[in-house]
């Protein structure tokens, strides 16, 4: 029987960054053993025909060139343009990689439509509002208006387990993170 295609969310991997380790108390001892268990993750869930759509983030601060990176990650990939993205998407040929590149996208997920942009964007009228950019920080004044609003889903690696996630995998690793904070 053949498998569905499915659709997953990621951001702020921050690939090649090994201050990220510290700054968000990742669970990894070096910038190696990060990239390696991130990669790891990703290719373990991730099929070929798979779409996962990054909402920015994707490598910072890499001594690697991005394309090595780049051609490991499995699946059909869409590039939502996140702050730290710019300088190593300057290097490589984007349309090689990605089926897509912007900074902000508005898809239909089966289950409504949602805007996609690396940062949260506080007047939506999707059903849904996927974004990055705030890793696990719950420190900003405006965590109040997210945390009550579960429309707005963090797609970051330190709230979904260093791994891609589905709609409803992202629905409820949100749930469970703003209910502990």
Not at 29 to 47: Q, R, Y
Not at 90 to 110: C, H, M, P, R
């Amino acid at each position: 029987m053949k498998n569905l295609a499915n659709t997953y969310y990621i951001s702020d991997l921050h690939l090649g960054h090994a201050n990220v380790i510290r700054l968000c108390n990742r669970p990894f001892a070096s910038v190696e053993e990060m990239d390696e268990g991130l990669i790891t993750a990703w290719n373990k869930k991730v099929h070929k025909n798979d779409t996962v759509y990054i909402l920015g983030d994707l490598i910072y601060k890499s001594a690697l060139d991005p394309q090595e990176y780049l051609q490991l990650l499995k699946g059909k990939k869409h590039l939502i343009l996140g702050n730290h993205d710019k300088s190593w998407a300057q290097k490589v040929d984007l349309t090689k990689y990605f089926e897509s590149v912007s900074s902000l996208a508005e898809i239909n997920t089966g289950k409504g439509t949602a805007i996609l942009c690396h940062y949260p964007l506080m007047d939506h009228r999707a059903k849904y509002h996927i974004h990055g950019h705030l890793h696990a920080n719950v420190g900003q004044p405006f965590w109040v208006l997210i945390r009550g609003d579960e429309r707005m889903l963090n797609a970051g690696v330190d709230v979904n387990g260093y791994q891609p996630v589905s709609l409803e995998e992202l629905i409820e690793n949100n749930a469970v993170f703003k209910s502990l904070h």
